[in-house]
């Protein structure tokens, strides 16, 4: 801002109002918008605008928003955009691109049922035993494929809503293939997606937010009859893991 009054004199008045009104309205929007809601932001002034939503490395949110400010402007200064940042990382602390929500789920649940049967442990997928993110490009993914029930992981995160509800839609379907795959009747194991969610009673989630992780839950349910697997929500690891461990012991 201060480089805008050292080459514009009062004529850079208008446009730093603007700037900051839009940063005060998009810091206010924050708690509002998901991972794909930035496209549908309107800022208050015109001639500002969101950009193209692009994947990005750096040491913090700080150093990728100042790396690629830096690239855009020859006006910037690092301080500038410590409001946005600081804003932004509260919603966006969960995004980490080494370790997805659905991945972590995964490796916790394993942990838990190693320490209580580690036989059922072994019929995680190699990814998940490995600490590996799952390749699209291989084809079906299954999370856990065991005596009695196939299963895939998921995770409703209130950040990344409409991203996970359709992560989630996509291990459904990778559940019908491996069940039409079951080549006998009589050895065909239950096929299910189990699903963490944030407790509905959580002090930290907006009504409207608990709102929408049911609107979640109603579609995903919708989804998983269609397809005529089981969708089994789970607010904890301990309950899906002891949901396993009670198939599979069956």
Not at 45 to 57: D, K, Q
Not at 169 to 198: F, G, I, T, Y
Not at 226 to 237: A, S
Request: glycine share 6%.
């Amino acid at each position: 801002m201060d480089r805008l009054v050292c080459f514009y004199g009062n004529s850079s008045v208008g446009v730093i109002s603007a700037i900051e009104l839009s940063l005060d309205d998009l810091e206010d929007s924050f708690d509002e918008l998901e991972s794909d809601g930035f496209k549908s932001f309107r800022p208050l002034s015109s001639g500002l605008w969101i950009g193209e939503l692009e994947p990005a490395e750096g040491a913090s949110l700080k150093s990728i928003g100042a790396a690629w400010m830096r690239s855009m402007s020859s006006l910037y200064a690092e301080d500038s955009t410590a409001l946005v940042v600081e804003a932004a990382s509260s919603v966006l602390q969960t995004v980490n691109v080494d370790e997805p929500a659905q991945s972590r789920l995964g490796n916790l649940l394993l942990s838990y049922i190693e320490k209580r049967n580690p036989v059922v442990a072994s019929a995680f997928s190699s990814d998940i035993r490995n600490q590996r993110r799952a390749n699209r490009a291989h084809g079906v993914i299954i999370d856990f494929s065991g005596h009695k029930v196939v299963a895939n992981f998921g995770v409703i995160s209130v950040s990344q809503y409409t991203r996970s509800i359709d992560s989630i839609k996509r291990r459904m379907w990778d559940l019908k293939v491996s069940e039409n795959r079951e080549s006998s009747a009589l050895l065909r194991r239950n096929h299910e997606l189990l699903a963490q969610h944030p407790a509905f009673d959580d002090p930290q989630l907006t009504i409207k937010q608990a709102d929408k992780v049911m609107d979640g839950l109603k579609e995903l349910e919708t989804e998983a009859d269609q397809l005529e697997i089981r969708f089994m929500p789970m607010t904890t690891v301990q309950a899906i893991g002891d949901h396993i461990l009670d198939l599979e012991a069956a």
